[in-house]
């Protein structure tokens, strides 16, 4: 893989040549261009991270065309050269934001310093994006926990399939099984691990929007693209992409997607040229595909360029032996989040919770222990903490000695949210306890300041 890819824009043809033939030594890719007129075809047509551009060019002042390629790409570095005596133009270039500068003549080893450095620092703050996507694309709800062996088969594929970084995967589950969790560990296992990696739900996205979401446009090629704009595949490059629900895209994106499977080219919405891009495509379903392409939903040639390595997850109910495991990593938790001190489950909730089917998967199970946490003031979740369906009949959520009564979790029907229940539990304890606000808290099992904010967001007096 080259170190990047250099656009030299010089219209002395022998000084571009031999630039090229400096770089190209040190293995960057390198493209050339001797106008603004070719500069702008190359950076339509291909993935460009650093240009050298001239400030005199035939056709276009060199601070215009510098404003240009910032507006096609602010990303891009820039660092200019000029021949004139007057530096002052080359200066109101870095005021603007580009690198650094050169003036004519310059040696091929200081041109070759600067932009390493330059490199090194566009791939710092890349580094930078990457670790805050990673952090925030990280799913705190969920463990890659298991003792059974579906789930240690599936951890076997993952290492398999991470050692093969161009290696289309599909991965099949119910919904809340951990697809995602998944999909993270297939990119930051790879070989891919520290350059991008891109996620959309594309049933999250509306029809009409999903190609210009995916593909990017040009500027001009509808009414409202304003400007140009680059899709997730050409943000994703040379890293990962995964495309969750994609049994939900529409029939006239498919075939686009199963060229990028199989040549990695795409045009934008507009574009009349190809781009070439290096990235793995990840894919989820909570659908049967194959069912799908007997519907006439899903195209088969897609379905089989995605499956050649398919990651089946098993839902929680055939994997009893994970829930109380993951019951107590969602308790840890909830305590530290929530600023409590619940120590145990109870014997019959245990019960409750291996015999329940979970529908809903791990993430079923973590929001029943967020609620579980959330309404326990004492060091032990018992049956009455949990929801009516895991107990199987209408009851009281709070009905304990130490507490006042307070509204079912469900009212003619309808849910009532964790947010409600705990200002209800809140507002309750407080009321037994005749505002006294250190005694409320002691009862809730968390600190006086926890409380205060907890008071201050619900709207709670006191």
């Not at 030594?25 to 493209?31: A, P, Q």
């Not at 098993?314 to 409590?340: S, W």
């Not at 409600?420 to 005694?439: P, R």
Request: charged share 30%; hydrophobic share 40%.
């Amino acid at each position: 893989m080259p170190k990047g890819n250099l656009l030299i824009v010089e219209d002395n043809l022998d000084l571009c040549q031999s630039l090229g033939d400096v770089f190209r030594r040190v293995d960057y890719s390198v493209k050339t261009a001797h106008s603004a007129k070719e500069a702008y075809a190359v950076l339509k047509k291909d993935l460009i991270d650093l240009v050298l551009l001239d400030l005199q060019l035939p056709d276009e002042y060199g601070l215009d065309v510098f404003d240009k390629i910032k507006e096609m790409d602010p990303e891009i570095v820039v660092i200019m050269i000029t021949a004139s005596i007057d530096v002052q133009p080359a200066v109101e270039a870095m005021k603007r934001g580009a690198f650094d500068y050169f003036t004519k003549p310059f040696e091929n080893s200081e041109v070759r310093m600067v932009v390493s450095k330059a490199m090194e620092t566009q791939s710092l703050k890349r580094e930078v994006s990457r670790l805050k996507r990673q952090q925030s694309n990280q799913n705190p709800d969920m463990e890659m926990y298991s003792r059974s062996p579906a789930m240690e088969q599936v951890k076997n594929l993952i290492k398999m399939v991470a050692e093969t970084p161009r290696t289309p995967v599909l991965i099949e589950g119910e919904s809340g099984t951990g697809k995602e969790l998944v999909a993270n560990a297939i990119h930051y296992c790879s070989a891919r691990a520290d350059k991008p990696f891109i996620k959309l739900n594309c049933a999250a996205i509306p029809d009409h929007l999903l190609e210009s979401e995916l593909f990017g446009h040009e500027k001009g090629a509808f009414t409202d693209a304003k400007s140009l704009k680059k899709g997730l595949f050409e943000m994703s490059h040379p890293g990962t992409i995964f495309l969750d629900e994609i049994s939900s895209m529409q029939m006239g994106l498919q075939p686009k997607i199963l060229r990028i499977l199989e040549a990695q080219t795409f045009r934008r919405i507009g574009g009349t040229s190809d781009i070439q891009i290096d990235v793995r495509i990840v894919a989820a379903s909570n659908r049967n595909l194959e069912e799908l392409v007997r519907n006439g939903e899903f195209r088969e040639d897609l379905l089989y360029r995605l499956k050649v390595m398919v990651i089946q997850l098993p839902p929680l109910r055939q994997r009893k032996e994970d829930i109380l495991p993951l019951a107590q990593i969602f308790l840890e938790r909830n305590n530290k989040e929530f600023g409590k001190s619940i120590q145990v489950i109870s014997d019959s909730a245990i019960d409750l919770l291996n015999n329940y089917r979970w529908p809903g998967n791990v993430r079923e199970l973590k929001n029943v222990m967020e609620r579980a946490v959330i309404l326990c003031a004492r060091e032990m979740i018992e049956v009455e903490h949990l929801p009516v369906e895991l107990r199987g009949q209408s009851s009281n959520i709070f009905a304990s000695p130490t507490t006042a009564e307070t509204p079912p979790a469900e009212t003619n029907g309808s849910p009532v949210s964790l947010a409600d229940m705990e200002k209800v539990h809140i507002e309750a304890v407080l009321a037994q306890c005749d505002g006294n606000k250190s005694e409320t808290a002691r009862q809730l099992g968390i600190s006086r300041s926890t409380l205060r904010e907890k008071m201050k967001l619900y709207g709670i007096d006191g």
